[in-house]
């Protein structure tokens, strides 16, 4: 059974961080690539970061550049997004995915952040 179950969300001051984690099981996880998606109210899903299987290579929305860092630990089955600087545009539901959007993708239940003073 594939289970993709995000953790780490919560409420935050803009400018404050956070560090989120996915923890995947029931499938070969370090055979795939790894996305973060998010989610805000109103708004289309958009990708936020991309890792590779080994992590050698990572892509970023523009809007997330150089404040947040995708990373994975392929021994632990987990993947990683630390957020630092945050905006209260980043508000959104955050998604771990593995493998893409189509039918053979993988998606976790999600995790509120909420950028607020």
């Known amino acids: ?9 919560g409420l935050v001051q803009p ?11 029931g499938f070969p996880f370090s055979n795939y690539v790894m996305n973060w ?8 899903r958009e990708l936020v970061a991309t890792i590779t299987s ?3 290579i990572t892509n970023y929305a523009d809007s997330v550049k150089g404040r947040f860092t ?7 089955n987990t993947l990683y ?8 545009e980043d508000t959104a539901v955050y998604y771990c995915n593995a493998g893409g ?6 998606w976790g239940q999600g995790t509120q952040v909420t950028v607020s003073s």
């Not at 289970?3 to 780490?8: K, N, T």
């Not at 995708?70 to 632990?76: P, T, V, Y």
């Not at 997004?81 to 209260?88: D, G, I």
């Open 1 to 9: 059974q594939v289970q993709l179950v995000e953790s780490g969300g």
């Open 15 to 25: 400018g404050g961080s956070l560090r989120l984690a996915c923890a995947a099981s």
């Open 37 to 44: 998606v998010r989610q805000a109210p109103g708004k289309e």
């Open 54 to 56: 080994t992590g050698g």
């Open 70 to 76: 995708i990373s994975r630990d392929n021994a632990e």
């Open 81 to 88: 997004l630390q957020m630092n600087n945050l905006k209260p």
């Open 101 to 106: 959007n189509g039918p053979s993708g993988y």
